[in-house]
């Protein structure tokens, strides 16, 4: 027993898996960092309300004194445009001029604006950002009802309405973010799933299947045929690309079709008003046009380009890392650096808006080039084209530079030496 336990452990714990654990621990660590700043930098936010104050009266100055009491930073400013444009404001709550008078004097409900500014789709930031209007009109009750009203009036429980605007790539409309959001976010949160699984699977499945052919001892025969080498990788890479290919869209649709039901189960069809209902689709429609946030048709050929990139780049690494691994039982963690550097971009683009973090996390994140497909549609419906066009251009200098270490490592004899190497002590043995 103990000579056999030596001998599996020796055979799993070789320099190759060694190797990937030690990449694969440096990743771990570093881009744990990166998710943990990222995320806490978003509920930091969560603390600042920030109010555009046009009425300016007593009221109005101890609604805001109120909010700090409760922990919240107050910001202040005269005009929402120039503060987010000027001093990167992500919301802000307004106060109509003749607030207090309908408040104090008149006993009337009024109405609050409520502004966001649209800079990415994912919904996950959303929820950590939360909402500053419904901060703002709980303070006002309070204020109201401890400092300057008293009696049973109505108007109390529900002092003020909230219109929602939202604004993205310099224009303003009267639309509510989250629904902004949720119209775009199917698309945009299924393609990146559909890239991840289609990532993982391609270099999980070419690593394996070169594993194989070391194990079966058919690789030497492929080599040693009179087949240019580089007709050898590109079937490959075609056939894992498939496969991969045919798993995506199966999990794709699922992903699809479950979200559909999560979405139709919660809906009373029989108490809906479909009139309504309709009429809040074609305005979410309408302000998406107006925000400019539609891709145009070659910012989609853009995006299949990336993807076709991003897949080249997964196989071609594949290849060279299942040239180094000795046998199927080490292909699993030879794929560990693919899926890690995969999964963080892929974790961190659903949590936060990558193009918007501090410029050394950028820069360690744009030098995966993964990170740039999962952005893409980010960058398109946000118009950063020169981060888009530029990060496609390093994919092909990426891919190229690849593509040229694959061919040279096969054209060597080095595959030709460690499968000799591994036939003697299989012998030996």
């Known amino acids: 027993m103990t000579h056999l336990l030596k001998k599996e452990l020796s055979e799993l714990f070789n320099k190759q898996m060694l190797i990937s654990l030690a990449v694969s621990f440096f990743i771990i660590v570093i881009l744990g960092v990166l998710m943990t700043t990222t995320v806490s930098g978003e509920i930091a ?20 004194a109120y909010l700090e009491e409760q922990g919240y930073t107050v910001l202040t400013g005269t005009d929402f445009a120039q503060e987010a444009d000027t001093h990167h404001w992500t919301d802000a709550v307004l106060f109509p001029a003749g607030m207090t008078e309908a408040l104090l004097e008149r ?8 502004y966001s500014v649209l800079r990415s789709t994912s919904t996950v930031a959303m929820t950590i950002g939360g909402t500053g209007a419904q901060t703002v009109s709980d303070a006002i009750q309070a204020v109201l009802s401890e400092e300057y009203l008293t009696g049973d009036l109505a108007f109390l429980e529900d002092p003020v309405d909230t219109v929602p605007y939202t604004r993205a790539n310099g224009v303003t409309v009267q639309a509510d973010s989250a629904a902004v959001v949720s119209s775009l976010a199917m698309f945009d949160m299924l393609m990146p799933l559909v890239l991840f699984l289609l990532v993982v699977l391609t270099a999980q499945t070419i690593i394996t299947a070169i594993a194989a052919e070391k194990t079966d001892k058919t690789l030497e025969t492929l ?8 007709t050898i990788i590109g079937a490959k890479m075609l056939a894992a690309l498939i496969v991969a290919g045919t798993y995506a869209a199966v999990y794709g649709l699922g992903f699809a079709a479950s979200m559909l039901m999560t979405v139709s189960n919660g809906v009373e069809v029989s108490g809906m008003d479909v009139g309504a209902a309709f009429t809040d689709l074609v305005n979410t429609r309408t302000a998406i046009e107006t925000l400019n946030l539609e891709i145009p048709a070659y910012g989609w050929l853009g995006v299949l380009m990336q993807l076709a990139l991003t897949l080249g780049i997964a196989l071609t690494a594949a290849i060279i890392l299942g040239a180094m691994v ?13 899926m890690l550097c995969t999964m963080f971009p892929y974790i961190l683009s659903m949590v936060s808006d990558i193009r918007n973090l501090d410029s050394g996390m950028r820069m360690l994140l744009y030098a995966i080039p993964f ?3 999962f952005i893409a549609t980010s960058c398109l419906r946000f118009h950063d084209y020169p981060l888009f066009w530029g990060g ?10 690849l593509l040229f270490l694959a061919v040279r490592l096969y054209n060597s ?6 499968l000799r190497k591994r036939s003697r002590k299989e012998q030996d043995a």
């Not at 009425?55 to 609604?63: I, K, L, S």
């Not at 000795?326 to 693919?338: C, E, G, V």
């Open 392 to 401: 496609m251009a390093y994919q092909a200098v990426f891919l190229a530079a």
């Open 45 to 64: 936010d969560t603390g600042t309300v920030r109010i555009i104050d046009c009425d300016d009266t007593a009221f109005t100055h101890d609604v805001a």
């Open 223 to 230: 080599l040693s045929a009179p087949v240019p080498r580089t």
């Open 326 to 338: 000795q046998d199927a039982k080490n292909a699993q963690s030879a794929s560990l650096p693919i």
């Open 413 to 418: 004899d080095v595959l030709f030496i460690g």
């Open 107 to 114: 006993h009337e409900s009024c109405t609050i604006e409520s």
């Open 371 to 373: 990170t740039h497909t």
